[in-house]
């Protein structure tokens, strides 16, 4: 199995641009997550998908955020417009239930300048 | 809202020394708690997984125990190597939420 996919890996960015970051995860798991990393709040959830559907998105810091899984095996997060604050490594993370082992990804490192 | 704490923040020992990693958090009302490892501009690998019906789990020179009443867990790692130096991630699932602690960074000298 190739593990949690998670493209681009970097991504330099210009403030008020829109920046879309992919994930393909483990196949067979039902359960998605994105997180984000950075040095002052560590890892924090930004959303959890359950069958393809939302079901926790109080993570998501603004409505410049959103997040789609549009089948089981892809999900994107975008951000529109982007701003410097936003700067951080995103990873997804998937697992088999809820309350599996979670499977993380390489991570996609965001800058914006 | 559930905290996780990580102490020490860093950890320096030679090369054979036993590493000791504590992790303590705030509500008890726990799925089960993980140890991650994270190297440098890497993802997290989980290492050991404890539900919280269980005491502690074992994998080849990691013991993870776990005492969920008094909110504390505790990664040990026999003989440390120097491919032992990343950051130690310590997670506690309630429900389907991580809650991560800030890590320990530790650094085994050859």
């Known amino acids: 199995d190739a593990g949690v996919i998670q493209s681009p890996r970097h991504e330099v960015t210009e403030m008020g641009q829109e920046v879309t970051l992919r994930c393909k995860p483990i196949s067979g798991h039902n359960s998605l997550f994105w997180y984000r990393q950075t040095m002052m709040r560590g890892l924090e959830l930004l959303i959890y998908?359950?069958?393809?559907?939302?079901?926790?998105d109080s993570g998501m810091p603004e409505d410049r955020f959103s997040a789609k899984m549009p089948n089981a095996s892809f999900s994107t997060l975008k951000i529109q417009p982007s701003e410097p604050r936003d700067s951080a490594v995103y990873f997804c993370?998937?697992?088999?239930?809820?309350?599996?082992?979670?499977?993380f990804g390489p991570g996609t490192r965001l800058t914006v300048l | 809202k559930q905290e996780v704490t990580q102490i020490p923040a860093a950890l320096s020992v030679p090369e054979g020394e036993n590493l000791v990693l504590n992790c303590s958090f705030t509500?008890?009302?726990?799925?089960?708690l993980q140890w991650f490892r994270q190297d440098p501009g890497k993802g997290l690998t989980s290492l050991l997984l404890?539900?919280?019906?269980?005491r502690e789990q074992t994998s080849g020179r990691l013991n993870a125990s776990l005492d969920k009443s008094s909110g504390r867990s505790t990664l040990y790692i026999a003989a440390s190597q120097p491919g032992d130096s990343a950051t130690y991630l310590c997670?506690?699932?309630?429900?389907?939420?991580?809650?991560f602690g800030a890590g320990t960074t530790v650094t085994v000298r050859a």
């Open positions: 998908f359950n069958n393809n559907v939302p079901i926790d």
């Open positions: 993370a998937s697992s088999l239930g809820a309350t599996d082992t979670q499977y």
């Open positions: 997670a506690v699932q309630g429900d389907y939420k991580l809650s």
């Open positions: 509500d008890s009302a726990i799925y089960n």
């Open positions: 404890i539900q919280s019906s269980q």
